[in-house]
């Protein structure tokens, strides 16, 4: 059969043993719980409590501060002890609430709802919101928004982002190996939002044992459809994963939506299932927590709002000095400099390695090689749009298409110079982009 793909992309080395066949460990947290009020993309999040009040896991603590916003919510029981700015991933100082734990972990109980078969679109889709759920695959983009397109009656597919193309990333797997019925079931949820709508469950040929069980689960579903990927880096992007599987193109000026699809990934469709079958609020994830540094690599269920330190603990702790500590993927993720930081609702991983390959030696001088340029998935010119933007040259950039850079991170990877292009690029798209929201370019 003919698996599909996209052009360009990497093939670097996966890293996946080390995790992927260890069942997912519960975690308990210990101590203070950190939630800042920025999870996500859009307003910050508003407080709904003062220092003193006692919550319960799954209390809401914090509202949504605008429509494109998510409200936020405790996943513990005990006391807020303070709501002051605190350090989060990306080193800046963030408004957040902090609970210290009772170790009851005592519960809110859920109000009764009825089954999703008989809720509208409408019911659905607040449930979705209340539950506080953003994209859990990186961007933290409100999940109730993305589900409400202006013409939902034009999505031709939803689908599930299975591919995890990062190395090192095994959540997924691990997710859809031991919970596909919760994946497959908030799919269908999904679906139901979408009434001319086929589900694709898209996954990476690397991961045999899941294609082979969900097509086993989908046999009777006439509306998903299981599609297996080349495994190729970046087969999970969203614009690559569109065209891989419905060969539609995007650019960075569209939504998914504008060419009739919806992409989603595991965790968040599993969190849409326990919001919507069970009334739970947006509690938990799984983070792959590995690297030749860390002594016992594993996936964790993590309660959101856990301190990172404590996910190192859980892995046995350094087995070997780190040289470098990334939030998220060694690809797209970013280096952490203080590992005392929360877990977010969009956090996917972190990677502890004893050599940091990147700043070891250059960056040189290019030599045209032109591996960038057959390597990058957004038919872009890495090498020159990197000159561009260490020129802060806006023009040349936005004329040579800087912004359909995905910032995946292939061009930066196969250079030989070890030039740092994406990151170059990178600021400059996010120049751009603020540029773009106060509406000073297009
Ligand atoms: S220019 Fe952007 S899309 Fe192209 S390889 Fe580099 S990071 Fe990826
Ligand atoms: S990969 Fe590096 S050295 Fe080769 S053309 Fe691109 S920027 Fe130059």
Same mark, same amino acid.
């Given at each position: 059969?003919?698996? @599909? $793909?996209?052009?360009?992309?990497?093939?670097?080395?996966?890293?996946?043993?080390?995790?992927?066949?260890?069942?997912?460990?519960?975690?308990?947290? @210990?101590?203070?719980?950190?939630?800042?009020?920025?999870?996500?993309?859009?307003?910050?999040?508003?407080?709904?409590?003062?220092?003193?009040?006692?919550?319960?896991?799954?209390?809401?603590?914090?509202?949504?501060?605008?429509?494109?916003?998510?409200?936020?919510?405790?996943?513990?029981?005990?006391?807020?002890?303070?709501?002051?700015?605190?350090?989060?991933? +990306?080193?800046?100082?963030?408004?957040?609430?902090?609970?210290?734990?009772? =170790?009851?972990?005592?519960?809110?109980?859920?109000?009764?709802?009825?089954?999703?078969?008989?809720?509208?679109?409408?019911?659905?889709?607040?449930?979705?919101?209340?539950?506080?759920?953003?994209?859990?695959?990186?961007?933290?983009?409100?999940?109730?928004?993305?589900?409400?397109?202006?013409?939902?009656? @034009?999505?031709?597919?939803?689908?599930?982002?299975?591919?995890?193309?990062?190395?090192?990333? +095994?959540?997924?797997?691990?997710?859809?190996?031991?919970?596909?019925?919760?994946?497959?079931?908030?799919?269908?949820?999904?679906?139901?939002?979408? #009434? =001319?709508?086929?589900?694709?469950?898209?996954?990476?040929? =690397?991961?045999?044992?899941?294609?082979?069980?969900?097509?086993?689960?989908?046999?009777?579903?006439?509306?998903?459809?299981?599609?297996?990927?080349? +495994?190729?880096?970046?087969?999970?992007?969203?614009?690559?994963?569109?065209?891989?599987?419905?060969?539609?193109?995007? =650019?960075?000026?569209?939504?998914?939506?504008?060419?009739?699809?919806?992409?989603?990934?595991?965790?968040?469709?599993?969190?849409?299932?326990?919001?919507?079958? *069970?009334?739970?609020?947006?509690?938990?994830?799984?983070?792959?927590?590995?690297?030749?540094?860390?002594? $016992?690599?594993?996936?964790?269920?993590?309660?959101?709002? +856990?301190?990172?330190?404590?996910?190192?603990? &859980?892995?046995?702790?350094?087995?070997?000095?780190?040289?470098?500590?990334?939030?998220?993927?060694?690809?797209?993720?970013?280096?952490?400099?203080?590992?005392?930081?929360?877990?977010?609702?969009?956090?996917?991983?972190?990677?502890?390695?004893?050599?940091?390959? #990147?700043?070891?030696?250059?960056?040189?001088?290019?030599?045209?090689?032109?591996?960038?340029?057959?390597?990058?998935?957004?038919?872009?010119?890495? *090498?020159?749009?990197?000159?561009?933007?260490?020129?802060?040259? &806006?023009?040349?950039?936005?004329?040579?298409?800087?912004?359909?850079?995905?910032?995946?991170?292939?061009?930066?990877?196969?250079?030989?110079?070890?030039?740092?292009?994406?990151?170059?690029?990178?600021?400059?798209?996010?120049?751009?982009?603020?540029? *773009?929201?106060?509406?000073?370019?297009?």
């Amino acid at each position: 059969m003919l698996k @599909k $793909s996209f052009m360009g992309g990497i093939h670097p080395y996966d890293g996946k043993d080390l995790t992927k066949d260890i069942p997912i460990k519960a975690v308990l947290p @210990k101590g203070e719980l950190v939630y800042p009020l920025v999870q996500h993309i859009g307003a910050p999040a508003v407080a709904v409590v003062s220092v003193g009040d006692k919550v319960l896991a799954g209390q809401k603590i914090a509202d949504a501060g605008g429509f494109v916003s998510a409200p936020v919510h405790a996943t513990v029981s005990g006391k807020i002890k303070a709501i002051e700015p605190r350090r989060t991933v +990306t080193g800046d100082l963030v408004m957040s609430i902090v609970v210290e734990n009772d =170790n009851y972990y005592e519960e809110i109980e859920a109000a009764p709802i009825k089954p999703w078969e008989q809720m509208t679109a409408a019911q659905i889709l607040e449930r979705i919101r209340d539950a506080g759920i953003v994209g859990m695959g990186g961007a933290g983009f409100p999940t109730f928004i993305k589900m409400s397109p202006r013409e939902p009656d @034009k999505i031709d597919y939803v689908i599930a982002n299975c591919a995890e193309c990062e190395p090192y990333l +095994t959540s997924d797997y691990r997710r859809m190996l031991e919970e596909p019925e919760n994946l497959i079931g908030g799919l269908k949820v999904l679906l139901s939002l979408f #009434v =001319n709508a086929r589900g694709i469950l898209a996954v990476e040929d =690397n991961k045999p044992a899941c294609i082979e069980l969900l097509r086993e689960l989908t046999k009777e579903e006439p509306r998903i459809i299981v599609k297996e990927l080349k +495994t190729k880096y970046p087969q999970g992007a969203e614009r690559q994963l569109i065209y891989a599987t419905t060969g539609r193109l995007v =650019n960075s000026s569209m939504l998914p939506a504008d060419v009739g699809c919806i992409v989603s990934n595991v965790d968040t469709i599993i969190t849409v299932n326990r919001a919507v079958t *069970r009334g739970k609020a947006m509690m938990y994830r799984v983070v792959t927590v590995t690297g030749d540094a860390i002594a $016992s690599p594993g996936n964790f269920l993590v309660r959101i709002g +856990t301190n990172y330190r404590q996910l190192i603990d &859980e892995a046995g702790g350094f087995k070997k000095e780190p040289a470098k500590i990334i939030s998220g993927g060694p690809m797209m993720g970013f280096a952490l400099f203080d590992t005392d930081v929360p877990t977010t609702k969009t956090t996917s991983a972190l990677l502890a390695f004893s050599r940091d390959e #990147v700043s070891e030696g250059g960056p040189d001088a290019c030599i045209n090689c032109g591996k960038c340029v057959e390597t990058c998935p957004g038919r872009v010119l890495p *090498r020159k749009l990197a000159d561009y933007a260490e020129q802060e040259n &806006e023009q040349a950039f936005l004329q040579y298409n800087g912004m359909e850079c995905c910032e995946c991170g292939c061009c930066s990877y196969v250079c030989p110079a070890r030039r740092h292009l994406t990151q170059s690029i990178k600021s400059m798209r996010r120049l751009m982009l603020e540029r *773009r929201k106060k509406g000073e370019t297009k």
